[in-house]
Every structure is written in structure tokens, then in C-alpha cells.
């Protein structure tokens, strides 16, 4: 995967359209879970993105904002789906904290993971 078509699947997965119905953002708004390989693909894009911009000054502002509902409005859907109901799979939160941790790679330059036994 290149950098080009990380950038694209990112910002596709905040957004549903014609090329995506599946979007990760579309299916938790209505009490979805993502698709098999979905959350994979993400966290490779993510990575993807982390090594081409890791040492540039700035960051595109569509792929900014594709950052940030993949980590805050994916998180919001969440918690309202779990107050809703939803039996959400069993790693999606963990997952959930893999693509913020990402994203914060993303914006300081620093790759980040999350510690061994945290869940």
C-alpha cells in the first residue's frame, strides 16, 4: 500500500458513497460492526501515512480531518451504541484505541502502541 491510496481509504471510511457503502463511520452510526479485515486495513493505512509524514512539517488538511473522526466520532459511536444496546465484537474497543494511538503517531512524529496487558 502507498502512501496515495492510504491517504484514500482513510478519508473513504469517514465518509460513505457509492465507491464505499461500508464505511467503518456509516456502519457504527447505525449499530454495525465493521467488516471483516476492515479495522486491519485502517491500522495498515495508518501506518502507511505514519512513515510518509513522519518528518513533514505539515499535514493535509482532509486527511487531518479523516483523522480525527476515525478517532473521536468513532469513539462517540461507540459508547452511544454500547448506551444503545449494541453488542459491539469484543476487540472493537481495543481497536478503537489502536487507530487514536495511530492517529497521535501521526500528529507527533512518534509511533506509539499500546502497552502489554492494558486491556
Request: charged fraction near 20%.
Given at each position: 500500500?502507498?502512501?496515495?491510496?492510504?491517504?484514500?481509504?482513510?478519508?473513504?471510511?469517514?465518509?460513505?458513497?457509492?465507491?464505499?457503502?461500508?464505511?467503518?463511520?456509516?456502519?457504527?452510526?447505525?449499530?454495525?460492526?465493521?467488516?471483516?479485515?476492515?479495522?486491519?486495513?485502517?491500522l495498515l493505512a495508518l501506518k502507511v501515512v505514519f512513515e510518509a509524514v513522519k518528518d513533514s512539517p505539515s499535514l493535509d488538511r482532509e486527511?487531518?480531518?479523516?483523522?480525527?473522526?476515525?478517532?473521536?466520532?468513532?469513539?462517540?459511536?461507540?459508547?452511544?451504541?454500547?448506551?444503545?444496546?449494541?453488542?459491539?465484537?469484543?476487540?472493537?474497543?481495543?481497536?478503537?484505541?489502536?487507530?487514536?494511538?495511530?492517529?497521535?503517531?501521526?500528529?507527533?512524529?512518534?509511533?506509539?502502541?499500546?502497552?502489554?496487558?492494558?486491556?
Amino acid at each position: 500500500m502507498n502512501y496515495e491510496t492510504a491517504h484514500k481509504l482513510l478519508v473513504g471510511q469517514t465518509i460513505a458513497s457509492e465507491e464505499n457503502p461500508d464505511a467503518l463511520l456509516m456502519r457504527m452510526k447505525y449499530g454495525k460492526p465493521p467488516v471483516p479485515g476492515q479495522i486491519t486495513s485502517i491500522l495498515l493505512a495508518l501506518k502507511v501515512v505514519f512513515e510518509a509524514v513522519k518528518d513533514s512539517p505539515s499535514l493535509d488538511r482532509e486527511l487531518v480531518f479523516a483523522l480525527y473522526q476515525l478517532t473521536v466520532k468513532a469513539q462517540q459511536l461507540f459508547v452511544a451504541g454500547r448506551r444503545a444496546g449494541v453488542d459491539w465484537p469484543p476487540l472493537l474497543k481495543e481497536d478503537l484505541l489502536r487507530i487514536a494511538l495511530a492517529s497521535e503517531s501521526i500528529f507527533s512524529g512518534v509511533w506509539q502502541t499500546l502497552p502489554p496487558g492494558s486491556f
